[in-house]
């Protein structure tokens, strides 16, 4: 999976007009000088979906702190459906812990967006960033960009024929060979089922390991409005979205102006379905209408959260 984030931060709501937000002309040193005399501290909630999406975050923290010695970030690293009930109950009890939140459930956004919840702010480079990884008013924004697919052991496949689209995979010979996420679960693999159902989806624009696209997605992430270390929240967002980090850092890069670690962007793939996941995660009640119906066959959903149980208020 690669990750991506939208940006956004807190704004208290005027009776006039908002004015336009330009973007930041500040350099990362000037903001990195804010930060420290803020107070050297940021606390991040991240989604979690695999072992290596955490390792990516441990490996996001520590380019950042390398980067800015003494601007110390805490990640809080559990799953969107708990992130977001968790920061909506810590604005309602104005006990809010994060400065930023980075979560794959899309749709929460535009509603904090519009409760005023999120801070428009447009970190340098905002141009740069593909429009529909961003909202116009920088009240958020995707620094990465995640892939959901398949994947197969071409040496482990026992003489079948490796799979060429999602539909091979109801072939009664796949089964008990296949491990999967529950889709009643997680709502990015139960997008990329429902969408890729019956179609076949190219690969030969997808040059790392061959691998087919089932679904591009994105996490939002945002600085909060009543977030206690905004100085630092600010400098992350510039720092995550500089050329720098696009290139090096970030699993695929948001802007239209860098190259991408493939043959093209993935809002050039028609197949990778980018535009598609936010109005997908935003019907809520054929989410939850698919969901029941993988309950009826699968059962509910068994196990501990990957993340244990982090309560109301990890990060304190």
Do not use: C
């Not at 702190?65 to 977001?84: C, I, L």
């Not at 889709?183 to 087919?212: C, M, W, Y």
């Not at 290139?247 to 860098?258: A, G, L, N, P, Y």
């Amino acid at each position: 999976m690669k990750f991506f984030t939208p940006i956004a931060a807190a704004l208290t709501l005027l009776a006039a007009p908002a004015l336009a937000v330009e973007e930041e002309t500040k350099t990362l040193q000037e903001l990195y000088a804010g930060a420290i005399a803020e107070g050297h501290w940021m606390e991040q909630n991240s989604d979690e979906n695999s072992s290596e999406f955490v390792a990516f975050t441990h490996s996001l923290k520590a380019a950042f702190e390398e980067a800015f010695p003494g601007v110390n970030v805490t990640m809080v690293v559990d799953y969107s459906k708990y992130h977001d009930v968790r920061i909506d109950n810590q604005l309602e009890t104005d006990t809010l812990v994060p400065d930023i939140t980075a979560l794959q459930t899309v749709q929460n956004f535009p509603r904090w967006a519009k409760a005023g919840d999120l801070l428009e702010y447009k970190p340098a480079n905002f141009s740069k960033i593909y429009d529909g990884l961003k909202d116009e008013n920088g009240a958020w924004l995707a620094y990465g960009v995640n892939s959901f697919s398949y994947i197969y052991d071409s040496s482990n496949l026992g003489g079948l024929d490796a799979p060429a689209s999602p539909s091979d995979l109801v072939n009664p010979d796949w089964a008990g060979k296949i491990a999967s996420s529950y889709p009643h679960d997680d709502d990015a693999v139960l997008f990329s089922i429902s969408f890729n159902r019956g179609s076949h989806v190219a690969n030969n624009l997808v040059t790392a390991q061959e691998k087919v696209i089932g679904v591009g997605t994105y996490a939002g992430a945002s600085p909060i409005v009543y977030a206690k270390n905004l100085a630092a929240a600010k400098l992350f967002m510039n720092w995550i979205v500089s050329t720098e980090v696009q290139e090096s850092v970030v699993m695929e890069t948001v802007r239209t102006d860098i190259a991408p670690s493939g043959s093209s962007h993935p809002w050039e793939i028609p197949e990778a379905n980018l535009d598609a996941f936010p109005s997908f995660m935003a019907n809520r009640t054929q989410v939850e209408a698919l969901k029941q119906t993988f309950a009826l066959y699968f059962g509910e959903v068994q196990g501990e959260p990957t993340p244990g149980y982090l309560g109301v208020h990890p990060g304190l």
